[in-house]
Each structure stands twice: as structure tokens, then as C-alpha cells.
């Protein structure tokens, strides 16, 4: 009975325990700045960042997967049924256009050259010996010394020889041609691929490739983008000169700036894009054929936008919201629409211009609560640079730096900010 007793008392003790340790956690808890639902949390003032809605021109932009590829590409194959006498270049060596790239023998060819021009020679004379006797013929006529007949016959030989030497220039002309076949030239300016034959190898025009010539310098970026943004781009070809951005994975190379120089005539129906391609220099050979790059063109610029940074944009369960900062330093949750998310900027509606709004620490602000402006951390920093001029930076035409920002400005939004408008992969 007295152990009983005992082990009563002591569960009420560390009942009594418990209750007493709830009770002291939950007073610190309430005592803590920003605590929902205690007096001292809504009264303690939460240290924030903010920044001022503003309105200003947002230019659009549109991410899209590309692939560099060669401006022109062209397989050399020979045009006759020959072995190779000389290779003038080595794999993978820059050539310009009108370099010799081979000489195939020509010995056969170099027969029927001079066989044809001799064949003209003698044509020659003949055409000369038959425009003489012609002319000595209707002196005569012309005297009554010979017969309307057989000036005829006089005239028939001229046209003979005439045709003759016709005939025969026409040949030694397919000689000339057949004979130039045994070079080949570079057609442009390019790096060679591979050389797929030695001296000596016997080379048909039905044969595989010889060497691949590519132009680098220009080179293409070829990507799609979605078939609602053509009506854009075209809008934007008409005006002029639409920049084109690309820019590697992995960062490591500054972005390249080019033009569009091509817009497909057909959206491919099964992926809803348009293919589409843009043309860079590339002096320094860093775009290379088959080559992945993100590729960011302009399609719009939407006028008068009222923008704010985008880590100013919260998530509620059902909407977007930002907490509005009255003048007594109490703040409003505010619902708004997200349109678009740009350029580290957040195009909104529902909240006017001029409007304070917290940009960083909302984690910790409540509705009806206060704030106090405190230290600028380095995102909200970044994001009140944003506020200031990613707009403008990026309305430069996307001349490498802004694109590139923005785009790592658009990655590093928060979770719950709508996801900037992108373009599919291209359909392999």
C-alpha cells in the first residue's frame, strides 16, 4: 500500500514538472519578436528591408535551349574516277577560300586537253582556208565567171568549217573543264575535318567524303522558341535588328551577342515551336559546331509596368501578397497578381506606385505589425539595384552582361515567385 502511495506522488510530481517547463517555454516564446499571437511579439518592431513600387519599361525576354552550328557546311567529294596525287593541307587546318585542298592525276585529262586544242588549231584553218576561198568565189560571181551554183557550194564549205570550229571549240572546253576537276579548292573560308584519303587512294564521285570544310567565323546558334512568341519577334524584325544572347552552362565565358538572321517558315507541329537561328562572330573560334548554349532573345517591352523586386513577392495559399509598410510603420498584407518575373523584377498589379513594400525579412512580419528599416543584407542589396536599373540594363538589347544578369537573377527568385517565361527544349 505505501509503495503505492510513493509511486502516485511521484507521477504527479513530473506531471506538475511538465507543466510547470510548458508553461516557462511557451512565456520565451511569446516574448520573442515577431511570435504570432503575443502582445510583446506585435508590438516589438521586426527589422526589414524595403523598396518603393515603381513603374517602368520591362523588356521580355525568352529563354530557349540552342545548339551552335556551322553557318555552312559542305562535304568535298570528287567529280571524276582518279587516284590522288597531292594533299595540300593537314586535319583540322584553317583555310581560305580558293586554297588547294587537292590535285588528283591528270594525266588522262592533260591528253584530251591538247588533243582538243590541237583539233581546234586544225579547225582554225580550216574555218580561215574555207572564209578565203568563199570570198574568191563571189569576186568571180560578181564577174559572170562562174555559175550562181557554184557559189553555192562555196558558201556550203564555210558553213561547214565554221560549225566545224564551233564543234570543236565546245570540246576543248569540256577538256579544260574535265582537267580542272583534277584540283580541288576550299568553296569558303573554314576549319577541315578529318581527311578520309591518302595519296594515291582511288577517289569516286559516288565515294564517301573526302574532307568536311565548316565555316566557323560566322558561326549559327540554332534554337526554337513558342509559336505564341513569333507574332512578337516579327514585330520586333520589322523595327530592325533583333540581338540575339547566348551563353554557355557553365558560365565560365562572358555571354555572346549576335543577330537573328533566320525565322522557319513552318512551326513544327509537334512541339508547338519555330525553329529559328542567329548568326555570331566567332573570331576567336569559342563557339564550336555541336555545342549546347542558353539562348535569350527580346520579343517586347511592356511600357509603364509597376515592378518590385522579386523577393518581395510571398506566397499565400491562395495568392501572391507583399506586405505593404504604412506610414506609422505598421504594415498591410496586400494581395497581387504576378504578370511576369524579369530581369530580377516582378511585374505586378494591385499595388500602386510609390507604395513602400518589405523586400527582405517578411518571414518574420506580421499583419498590423511593425518594422523598423535595418541593414540592407547583400540579396535585398541586390534586389534594390534591381528595383533600380535590371530594367534598364536589360532594355540595352540584351548586350551580353544584362542578359546573363538577368538570367541569374530570375534563378536565384525565390520559390514561390512565378517562374520567368521560358521556352521548351527543341524537339530532338
Given at each position: 500500500?505505501?509503495?503505492?502511495?510513493?509511486?502516485?506522488?511521484?507521477?504527479?510530481?513530473?506531471?506538475?514538472?511538465?507543466?510547470?517547463?510548458?508553461?516557462?517555454?511557451?512565456?520565451?516564446?511569446?516574448?520573442?519578436?515577431?511570435?504570432?499571437?503575443?502582445?510583446?511579439?506585435?508590438?516589438?518592431p521586426v527589422s526589414v528591408t524595403t523598396a518603393v513600387v515603381k513603374k517602368q519599361s520591362v523588356p521580355v525576354t525568352v529563354l530557349a535551349n540552342g545548339t551552335v552550328v556551322a553557318?555552312?557546311?559542305?562535304?568535298?567529294?570528287?567529280?571524276?574516277?582518279?587516284?590522288?596525287?597531292?594533299?595540300?593541307?593537314?586535319?583540322?587546318?584553317?583555310?581560305?577560300?580558293?586554297?588547294?585542298?587537292?590535285?588528283?592525276?591528270?594525266?588522262?585529262?592533260?591528253?584530251?586537253?591538247?588533243?582538243?586544242?590541237?583539233?581546234?588549231?586544225?579547225?582554225?584553218?580550216?574555218?580561215?582556208?574555207?572564209?578565203?576561198?568563199?570570198?574568191?568565189?563571189?569576186?568571180?560571181?560578181?564577174?559572170?565567171?562562174?555559175?550562181?551554183?557554184?557559189?553555192?557550194?562555196?558558201?556550203?564549205?564555210?558553213?561547214?568549217?565554221?560549225?566545224?570550229?564551233?564543234?570543236?571549240?565546245?570540246?576543248?572546253?569540256?577538256?579544260?573543264?574535265?582537267?580542272?576537276?583534277?584540283?580541288?579548292?576550299?568553296?569558303?573560308?573554314?576549319?577541315?575535318?578529318?581527311?578520309?584519303?591518302?595519296?594515291?587512294?582511288?577517289?569516286?564521285?559516288?565515294?564517301?567524303?573526302?574532307?568536311?570544310?565548316?565555316?566557323?567565323?560566322?558561326?549559327?546558334?540554332?534554337?526554337?522558341?513558342?509559336?505564341?512568341?513569333?507574332?512578337?519577334?516579327?514585330?520586333?524584325?520589322?523595327?530592325?535588328?533583333?540581338?540575339?544572347?547566348?551563353?554557355?552552362?557553365?558560365?565560365?565565358?562572358?555571354?555572346?551577342?549576335?543577330?537573328?538572321?533566320?525565322?522557319?517558315?513552318?512551326?513544327?507541329?509537334?512541339?508547338?515551336?519555330?525553329?529559328?537561328?542567329?548568326?555570331?562572330?566567332?573570331?576567336?573560334?569559342?563557339?564550336?559546331?555541336?555545342?549546347?548554349?542558353?539562348?535569350?532573345?527580346?520579343?517586347?517591352?511592356?511600357?509603364?509596368?509597376?515592378?518590385?523586386?522579386?523577393?518581395?513577392?510571398?506566397?499565400?495559399?491562395?495568392?501572391?501578397?507583399?506586405?505593404?509598410?504604412?506610414?506609422?510603420?505598421?504594415?498591410?498584407?496586400?494581395?497581387?497578381?504576378?504578370?511576369?518575373?524579369?530581369?530580377?523584377?516582378?511585374?505586378?498589379?494591385?499595388?500602386?506606385?510609390?507604395?513602400?513594400?518589405?523586400?527582405?525579412?517578411?518571414?518574420?512580419?506580421?499583419?498590423?505589425?511593425?518594422?523598423?528599416?535595418?541593414?540592407?543584407?547583400?540579396?535585398?542589396?541586390?534586389?534594390?539595384?534591381?528595383?533600380?536599373?535590371?530594367?534598364?540594363?536589360?532594355?540595352?538589347?540584351?548586350?551580353?552582361?544584362?542578359?546573363?544578369?538577368?538570367?541569374?537573377?530570375?534563378?536565384?527568385?525565390?520559390?514561390?515567385?512565378?517562374?520567368?517565361?521560358?521556352?521548351?527544349?527543341?524537339?530532338?
Open positions: 500500500m505505501a509503495f503505492r502511495r510513493l509511486s502516485s506522488l511521484i507521477i504527479v510530481l513530473i506531471v506538475v514538472a511538465l507543466g510547470v517547463g510548458y508553461w516557462w517555454w511557451a512565456s520565451q516564446r511569446a516574448a520573442q519578436p515577431g511570435a504570432g499571437g503575443g502582445q510583446q511579439g506585435r508590438n516589438s553557318l555552312q557546311a559542305v562535304d568535298i567529294r570528287a567529280q571524276i574516277n582518279t587516284t590522288v596525287k597531292v594533299i595540300h593541307f593537314k586535319e583540322g587546318q584553317l583555310v581560305k577560300q580558293g586554297d588547294l585542298l587537292f590535285t588528283f592525276d591528270n594525266r588522262t585529262e592533260e591528253a584530251a586537253l591538247q588533243r582538243a586544242q590541237a583539233q581546234v588549231t586544225k579547225s582554225r584553218g580550216d574555218f580561215a582556208n574555207a572564209e578565203r576561198n568563199l570570198q574568191r568565189q563571189r569576186e568571180l560571181f560578181s564577174q559572170k565567171f562562174i555559175s550562181p551554183a557554184g557559189l553555192d557550194v562555196a558558201v556550203n564549205q564555210f558553213e561547214l568549217a565554221k560549225g566545224q570550229l564551233a564543234v570543236d571549240e565546245a570540246s576543248l572546253e569540256v577538256a579544260r573543264v574535265a582537267k580542272s576537276l583534277t584540283e580541288i579548292r576550299a568553296p569558303f573560308a573554314g576549319r577541315s575535318g578529318a581527311i578520309n584519303v591518302r595519296v594515291g587512294s582511288l577517289v569516286q564521285p559516288n565515294g564517301a567524303a573526302l574532307v568536311t570544310i565548316s565555316q566557323l567565323d560566322p558561326i549559327a546558334v540554332s534554337f526554337s522558341l513558342p509559336e505564341r512568341e513569333l507574332a512578337s519577334v516579327q514585330s520586333s524584325l520589322s523595327k530592325g535588328e533583333v540581338k540575339v544572347t547566348a551563353e554557355l552552362p557553365d558560365g565560365k565565358l562572358p555571354p555572346f551577342v549576335g543577330k537573328l538572321t533566320f525565322v522557319d517558315s513552318t512551326v513544327d507541329v509537334a512541339s508547338g515551336t519555330i525553329p529559328m537561328k542567329a548568326s555570331f562572330s566567332n573570331a576567336d573560334a569559342k563557339l564550336w559546331p555541336g555545342m549546347f548554349v542558353n539562348v535569350t532573345i527580346p520579343t517586347r517591352v511592356i511600357d509603364e509596368a509597376t515592378v518590385v523586386p522579386i523577393p518581395a513577392v510571398q506566397s499565400g495559399p491562395e495568392r501572391k501578397f507583399v506586405y505593404v509598410v504604412n506610414a506609422d510603420n505598421s504594415t498591410t498584407l496586400q494581395n497581387i497578381d504576378v504578370l511576369l518575373n524579369q530581369s530580377g523584377l516582378a511585374v505586378i498589379s494591385g499595388v500602386a506606385a510609390g507604395t513602400k513594400v518589405v523586400v527582405e525579412g517578411a518571414q518574420n512580419v506580421r499583419p498590423k505589425g511593425l518594422v523598423v528599416e535595418g541593414a540592407a543584407t547583400g540579396s535585398s542589396k541586390a534586389g534594390k539595384a534591381g528595383n533600380s536599373g535590371a530594367g534598364s540594363e536589360a532594355g540595352k538589347g540584351g548586350e551580353g552582361g544584362a542578359a546573363g544578369k538577368a538570367n541569374k537573377a530570375d534563378k536565384d527568385a525565390t520559390a514561390n515567385s512565378i517562374p520567368p517565361v521560358a521556352a521548351p527544349s527543341p524537339a530532338k
